[in-house]
């Protein structure tokens, strides 16, 4: 597809085409977009990327991305956030999601994945231990399992279920229905299911 541009042009094309939720046209439009724009803000944007790998780290605590040098994170210094509750997400970006909500002050655990036998990812493949460890060091109250609602999700949660059924402490489990503000027509079977499954007394 590239072959008959200019070999830098292509292969920023083919750069950017290989990132999660961007095709072709996307790729080309970011493309030459920075090509018209000032050499200036492509060498920033060039900068950005080199200092994500360099100036960033996981946290020794809950495996979060965190700053170079700030080790534990900002989350697991807090001292204002409750240590008691431990959320379980599979990536980081998930933090962000759970944070924007400003409904949980506690602490996180990133797994850094799920399990799927498919892509041949098993539970020594992501930070199961580590939170087992955490739980044994004590002062955990409750895991939440907050792993996504796929397969392997739902999977990962049950393995960390299982897995922490013989400490004393709570393990929950995202509820998941209706959104806010939709219609029962539109919503299909599994979240229908869901929705029912999850009801409580008003």
């Known amino acids: 597809m590239t072959a008959y541009l200019p070999r830098p042009v292509g292969r920023l094309i083919d750069a950017f085409s290989r990132l999660p939720g961007i095709g072709p046209k996307t790729a080309s439009r970011l493309t030459y977009y920075l090509l018209k724009a000032s050499e200036a803000e492509s060498a920033e944007l060039a900068q950005a990327l080199l200092e994500m790998h360099s100036g960033t780290s996981l946290c020794s605590v809950c495996f979060n991305i965190t700053e170079r040098g700030m080790d534990p994170c900002a989350i697991c210094r807090d001292e204002s956030r409750r240590a008691g509750p431990i959320c379980v997400v599979e990536a980081a970006l998930d933090v962000v999601a759970v944070e924007r909500s400003h409904a949980y002050r506690g602490r996180y655990h990133v797994l ?4 799927s036998p498919v892509e041949g990812i098993g539970p020594e493949d992501l930070r199961i231990e580590e939170l087992v460890a ?19 999700g739902e999977a990962t949660a049950l393995f960390l279920r299982r897995r922490l059924e013989s400490y004393a402490l709570k393990v929950t489990r995202l509820a998941r229905g209706l959104p806010s503000g939709g ?17 409580r007394e008003v």
Not at 112 to 115: P, T
Not at 137 to 146: C, F, N, P
Not at 183 to 199: C, F, H, I, V
């Open 112 to 115: 850094h994945g799920a399990l």
């Open 134 to 152: 955490r739980v044994e060091q004590g002062g955990v109250e409750e895991v939440i399992l907050a792993t996504n609602p796929t397969l392997e």
């Open 183 to 199: 219609d029962l027509e539109y919503a299909d079977a599994s979240t229908l299911t869901q929705a029912l499954e999850g009801r």
